[in-house]
């Protein structure tokens, strides 16, 4: 009897309790509950591009009122289309991050007609309006003055003038990375030469391996890459005592004497934006972009063998970048094959569209496409 | 003793018998394996189900993904009645594909279904060309055909690669380097609104029946039945052995093929490196699943497009990582392979039982399930 | 100045075709142990990547690597028994449980690995052959692993055993003609089972090479095949274990000439230079085969051949 009367007891004041403390928690009260989901085209944990989105997505998990659904290993196939659905028909998602940039067109775009209500916020796709679903946004960081401040960096610390950048495939992302750590390099030494090897596809660990040690046979004393996960270069360069430049996240636990310095994303801050304007019923962001300024976009802290003087001016540039006013990508520009791609007196801003279309590798990259 | 027609269910059961254990014994072991691994199993299997089949939404999902595996599965099952084993679907579906991505691009505006054939034709070409090669090469050269349709898939995905990210490339197709998008009049759709699944499941079923019809009923397919069965008979009975096995090898293909066809125009859109995605090598497990049974390829390619709808479930409600269905989906094969052991005994034990319960055995039962593997 | 620059390069070259190469020696030697069995098992793929997980987590746990490569060994014995078990089962396709055996493979090392993409564990050693330059490069491409010579001296003991031991002769009269061995009272499936575990032990040591020494680490896209060319690899050396390390050289110098040539500029179809070991193998078979015979030095008993 008296034990029937305490648990009841219990259950009141923890009702009691709970009823209390609703309406002093102005987060819940303003805001409706909201589940999120995620997709990934790898594995959650590559020390890459897939990781530094969960990681990002652990954070927005905890943010008030928000749950979060995964899904990782999801291939650009009818799969992704039919993940994306059971995400809002079996966990009631009403916002949908797809992280893939292959995801977007067609997939993203078809279940995007079919879910009016919900919103997709795709990672790298380039929404345009009239062309695709008002619920179907685009956002995407730019990295590139991330691997800039790499290059400039760089640029200080090679004594062979040689730097070397293992690349997954030509396409506009990875050139713009390329050309951009280049441009930053010869903002140092006008000298310096940048060899660029192509794997082929995104995740190729020995090949990689293979790249990082045939680039640093051929001279290259500094390196970075544009591949899903750089842990397997970054290694295979310490190992030969050769310096490296980070991407997609920080690989400085892994070269405590080599990392120089590296561009990592901040996926939190459009996950943010996304997830608030949809839990406070705010139009949809249809095109989002955003660099250091903007908080999409960090590096990392100078690893120990960077000199004060490519700190100073690496800082130097940064707060330029971080002011909005510096411009990496401006006329004359030639390619690397003499033709000037962008032509004097031009400078494209980061927002520029035709930035996002680079088809050119810019002088001073070795490198054919 | 017993009723007959408790007789005359059990020999129609028995066939069924191993593949009935094998799941059984698969369900066991993965429930198993979770518990080990301190996972919770209990909720697992529930799930499994609810994800592949508990909904109209479930079997959307799994309906979808099944379509190109009962494809991919015949290019190993039509040469398989004439004793070869190909395993090179994913070659011939690739280059199907892209074949259908170019035929647009290469012929003059016509309206939707003569393009729409004329996609297909090309991509049953494509497929039937390449796996008839592994053929050819086998019956003129003595290649292996198992070793040379692997080779041969390897260089087709090489060759794939290099046309849609190098010279068929879409200029204007950016971060994802793709063929030309197809015009949206020769895409694909589903089927309907309240049926979301696109035509290939339609196209895929049709195949295995008409397959089915083919290698049961026709006189090829009988005659396919003596050249599968011994190297040596067909040619005293003077059967064009060569020709016979290069169709097998050319159908099958360009099944794969037209699966390729229509990953392009009812999902993709174009020809782009997302074509690379295991449909081939998931079609050889389904056909041996199957026991190279046209119509058994339909029932085994659903099931394993259930597992892989049922995937998302198991990460999302209980956590476990994308490798859970991998497991279950070698677990299951690996079963279904192991107890087909058994089928030899079933076949004495119909015979018993045929004996023994049934007065008047029927004169056709005793081949329906003699489709040897 | 040139003339050294070549010299270093092919040096480069022969370096990068022993590191790429050494798996793809370790698997192909156990696949060709396991085919003069009369058996052929694709699933070494899936073992190659469970070994490679084993080895990563032992080593990483116990801090020794070559506890790791044992490891690695151990469970690719495993699951090579399981093959030949099962298969020794009346109607069961080798070459059917060897795609089913790579997706449970693949799968147990994906789920079990997990906990292991993270952390760093122990590498393997290297022995620096290139003391005495001054060359970087050169003391570089000089670092061989423990793990290629222990390769080397097991072809050439392969090489021996399968040809002056009774166990080698007992191996390929099983694998040449079972009703012989029968008659002369050995049992195939037991020396076929002994034989594929044999096998996936070795494949699972070249597993561990892959994770514990090049490239060196722990993920989900670590193998890129490696398992599957193996298979074509031991074609491509006709059963000759001394072949399959010549094979398995060439086929890892042609992994590695692609990025080389483009580090010097020469960086057109890496696709279609990826594809060169399976045109090779391809154009070897159609050279060499001829409709009215099997391959020379095929064993008889081989799936392939029947």
Known sequence: MSHINRRNFIKAAGLLGAAAALPFNPLRAAQKEITVGFL??????????????????????????????????????????????????????????PTSFGYFDPHVLKVAQRFSDTRFAHCGGLWEKGKHPMNVGSFFGYIDEGQYLNGVVAGHMSKSAKLGF???????????????????????????????????????????????????????????????????????????????????????????????????WNWVTPYQEHVKAAMNGEPMINFLRGGLKEGFVKTSPYGPAVSAEAKKNADAVKAKMLSGDYVIFGGPLKNNRGEVVIADGTDYKQTAVELERMDYLVEGVRGQL | ??????????????????????MLTTAVLFILFLLIQEQPAWQAGPLV???????????????????????????????????????????????????????????????????????????????????????????????????????????????????????????????????????????IGVISDSFYVHWGLVAGVVA????????????????????????????????????????????????????????????????????????????????????????????????????????????????LPDATTLILQGILFINLLAWEALSRRTLDWRLWLRGHWIAAPSSRAGTTEVSHG | ????????????????????????????LGECLTEKGGRINLGLEGILVTGAMTGYAVSYLSGSPWLGVFAAGLSGLALGLVHGVICSLPRVNDIAFGIALILFGTGLAFFLGKDFIQPSAPMLPSIPLGFWSDDTRVRSALNVNVLFFIGVALAFVLHWGLRGTRWGLVLRLVGDHEDS??????????????????????????????????????????SSGQGLMAVALVIFARWQPINCLWAALLFGAAGAVGPALQAIGIGWGYYLFNAIPYVLTLAVMVITCRPDRTLSGAPGELSLNR
């Open chain 1, 40 to 97: 990934y085209v790898g594995a959650r944990d590559d020390f890459g591009y897939n990781q530094s989105h969960a990681e990002a997505a652990a954070l927005v998990k905890k943010m008030p009122g928000v749950t979060v659904v995964e899904q990782e290993n999801v291939p650009e196939t009818v799969a992704v289309q039919r993940a994306m659905e059971a995400m809002i028909r079996q966990d009631g998602a009403s916002l949908i991050f």
């Open chain 1, 166 to 264: 293992v690349a997954a495939k030509p396409i506009p992302q990875v050139l713009r990375n390329i050309n951009a750590f280049t441009l930053g390099a010869r903002s140092v030494n006008p000298d310096i030469t940048t060899s660029v090897i192509f794997t082929g596809d995104w995740s190729m660990p020995v090949k990689e391996a293979e790249a990082t040690n045939s680039l640093i046979d051929s001279g290259c004393d500094v390196i970075t890459c544009h591949v899903d996960g750089p842990k397997v270069l970054v290694e295979t360069a310490e190992k030969r005592g050769v310096m490296t430049c980070g991407y997609h996240a920080s690989q400085a636990a892994l070269a405590p004497e080599g990392y120089l310095t590296g561009a990592e």
């Open chain 2, 1 to 22: 003793m017993l009723k007959p027609w408790l007789g005359r269910a059990a020999v129609l059961a028995l066939p069924a018998l191993p593949t009935l254990l094998a």
């Open chain 2, 49 to 187: 189900f609810e994800g592949a089949f508990g909904s109209m939404f479930a079997w959307e999902n799994t309906l979808m993904r099944a379509a190109p595996l009962m494809l991919t599965a015949l290019c190993v099952a039509l040469p398989a009645r004439a004793g070869l084993i190909i395993i090179g679907g994913e070659g011939a579906l690739v280059l199907g594909g892209l074949a259908a991505a170019v035929t647009p691009l290469w012929l003059p505006a016509l309206p939707a279904w003569p393009m729409l054939i004329a996609m297909g034709v090309a991509a049953m070409l494509a497929g039937g060309l390449w796996i008839g090669l592994s053929g050819w090469l086998r019956q003129k050269r003595g290649v292996n055909e198992t070793i040379g349709s692997l080779l041969l898939s390897y260089i087709a995905l090489a060759i794939f690669r290099h046309l849609v990210e190098g010279p068929l490339r879409d200029p204007n197709s950016l971060n994802k380097p793709s063929t030309p998008p197809l015009d949206s009049g020769y895409q």
């Open chain 2, 208 to 319: 295995c029946v008409l397959a089915w019809v083919f290698v049961r009923y026709s006189v090829v397919g009988f005659s396919l039945r003596i050249v599968g069965g011994n190297p040596r008979t067909p040619r005293m009975l003077g059967l064009p052995v060569d020709r016979l096995v290069l169709l097998t090898c050319v159908l099958g293909g360009a099944a794969a093929g037209l699966a390729g066809m229509y990953e392009v125009s009812a999902v993709q859109g174009s020809a782009n490196t997302a074509l690379i995605s295991g449909y081939g090598t998931a079609g050889i497990l389904v056909a041996f699943a199957a026991r190279h049974h046209p119509l058994g390829i339909i029932v085994c390619a659903i099931l394993l497009g259930g597992l892989e709808a049922s995937g998302g479930l198991l990460q999302r409600r209980l956590g």
């Open chain 3, 1 to 28: 100045m040139a003339e050294t620059d070549l010299s270093i390069f092919l040096l480069a070259l022969l370096a990068g075709a022993i590191r790429v190469g050494t798996p793809f020696l370790f698997v192909s």
């Open chain 3, 181 to 222: 061995a029968q008659a002369l009272g050995y049992r195939a499936a037991g020396v076929r089972i002994l034989a594929t575990g044999v096998g996936g032990f070795l494949a699972g040591v070249g597993g561990a090479y892959l994770s514990l020494y090049y490239p060196g680490s722990w993920n989900e896209g670590l």
